[in-house]
Each structure stands twice: as structure tokens, then as C-alpha cells.
């Protein structure tokens, strides 16, 4: 376990680890999943009390901060909704089959945050979408394939958003824990819409051994689950 942690620790993540490093190196940080089990739990001010916040995706926070926090500073996106930007009615339609409140302009709204683009987006096609993003306060950086790649070495599949913010998070900060991760095992996986798709997310994830990596982390006590210790 020690050399993955630090496999993670010198593996470049983006164009800008050593500002990272610097920034976060004794700070806290809560990453919070979107699964349906963190309102089970009033964590909202737990999860805020934490330097920095990670969430992944779309996360609707208004009417679920008591449960979820108030506040992101950093975001993993999949590249979903940057095509969404181009205005594709098809790609649009596909994914509010499956997930009925994407907003194929939830980039646009955004405001303050570092967005870490996970996969599948080239910079040079989206030039003007990343420039208006930015006008907002925003940061838009790209997860480099040799920290994508990590993850894969460790599942041997392709990693879900939240596993690589985890993995973001270990690399950078002293103190870290998770919340919201149900690791697709509830009866609804998101806790704020209903997925029409009710099963596993799909082949391309092992959300059951990405779980099984969580609970060897807590065991060796380098995250910690809802920010508890044992």
C-alpha cells in the first residue's frame, strides 16, 4: 500500500503540481460523492469545515447544504458536458435518457472553482467554451494521461470521476476525508435524480473495487470516511 501511495504522490497529475503541492500540502480537504447515501447523514458543516472541497459532475447544493456543504473549490468533470456545450441534440438527448437534470450549460454557471477536465476533452476545440468558463472566476486545467493511467493500473478498468478526485486529493493534502460515496450500491444513485439506469454504471467501471481501495486507504488510515476517526 505505501508504494502506491507513493505512485500517487509523484505521478504528474496537471501542468501545475508544484503550485498544488505548495497550496495544499498541510491543508484539509472533503471529497464528496453524488451518491444518495450523504443524505443520510446532516454533514453540510463538516464537509464546509474543510480547506477545500472536491466534488465531481453536476451537484445541485442549494436546497441539499445540509447534507451536502455549500461550497466547491475543486471539480472533476467528465468530458460529457463539455460536448454538451457544442450544442449536439443528440448527444443532449443520450444523456438526459439516462440522467434527467444534465443541464448541457452547467459549465456556464459555474464560478470560483478549479474544473480538472477527467478525460476525452482536447483543449484546441474548445478554446472558446474554456475562455467563457474563465471569465467567470474559473480555472479550467486537464488531467494528464499518466494519472488517468494510475488509475487504470489500480482497477484495471477505467476509474470513475470520484475515484480520481480522490486520488487527487491524497496526492496534495494532509488530511483527507470522503463523503456521499454509495460506490453505486443504493437504490438511487444520485441524491438528487433518479438514474434511469439502475444498475452497475456500466463496464467501463468497477464501482465494487473502487470501494474495496477506499476501505484499504481508511484501514491504513490515509483518508477517513465522513471525516471520522476510528
Known sequence: MSNIIEEIK????????????????NKSCAVVGNGS??????DGAAIDAHDAIIRCNQTPL??????????????IMNSHFFAALKGDSTHIEHMKSIAPKFDENYLYTLQNEIIIVKYG?????????IEKIESRNNKVLFLSPSFY?????????????????????MKYFKDVSHFGFGFYTEKE????????????TGSCHDNLKERDI??????????????KTK
Open 62 to 75: 442549494l436546497e441539499y447544504g445540509d447534507s451536502v456543504g455549500t461550497r466547491t473549490d475543486i471539480r
Open 214 to 227: 477506499f476501505l484499504q486507504f481508511e484501514e491504513k488510515n490515509y483518508i477517513k470516511k465522513r471525516g
Open 37 to 42: 447515501v450523504v443524505l443520510e447523514y446532516k
Open 10 to 25: 509523484s505521478t504528474q497529475c496537471t501542468d501545475i503540481d508544484h503550485i498544488f503541492s505548495e497550496l495544499y500540502k
Open 149 to 169: 493511467n494510475l488509475g487504470i493500473s489500480m482497477l484495471n478498468i477505467h476509474p470513475t470521476n470520484g475515484f480520481i478526485a480522490l486520488l487527487f486529493a
Open 121 to 129: 476533452v482536447h483543449k484546441s476545440m474548445f478554446t472558446e467554451e
Open 189 to 200: 444513485k444520485h441524491y438528487y435524480q433518479h438514474l434511469q439506469i439502475q444498475n452497475e
